[in-house]
């Protein structure tokens, strides 16, 4: 499956943006998917994830409340819409997908950049 993320590039403090991830090759009824971001010299971190069939819904500590992940079946895209953006969030964003009943995400895509202006 490839993974081919959209829609970073420029935000404002306390703006919006909102990230896709258009799943090719394959549906992913029994998979998870999920988005992770890196900001230079740091380690990748977890953002969110959204169980594809059931919709169960998970957030990292520092975005609950501000992010929503979702998705839409029909086109096979994941959504990570970001709210209340901060300058610390700045990083390049990734989409993520693993199989249910995996741990490690196996499919990885190339990443988007996201940097919010101060």
């Known amino acids: 499956v490839q993974l081919v993320e959209s829609g970073g590039g420029l935000g404002q403090t306390g703006g919006s943006l909102r990230l896709s991830c258009a799943a090719i090759g394959r549906t992913l009824s029994s998979w998870v998917m999920g988005w992770f971001r890196q900001a230079p010299g740091k380690e990748r971190e977890f953002v969110a994830a959204?169980?594809?069939?059931?919709?169960?819904?998970y957030y990292g500590d520092s975005v609950k409340g501000r992010f929503t992940i979702s998705t839409d079946n029909a086109k096979n895209t994941v959504y990570l819409q970001m709210n209340s953006l901060k300058p610390e969030e700045t990083a390049i964003y990734y989409c993520a997908a693993r199989h249910s009943t995996l741990v490690d995400y196996d499919y990885w895509g190339q990443g988007t950049q996201v940097t919010v202006s101060s």
């Open positions: 959204i169980r594809w069939t059931g919709g169960s819904t």
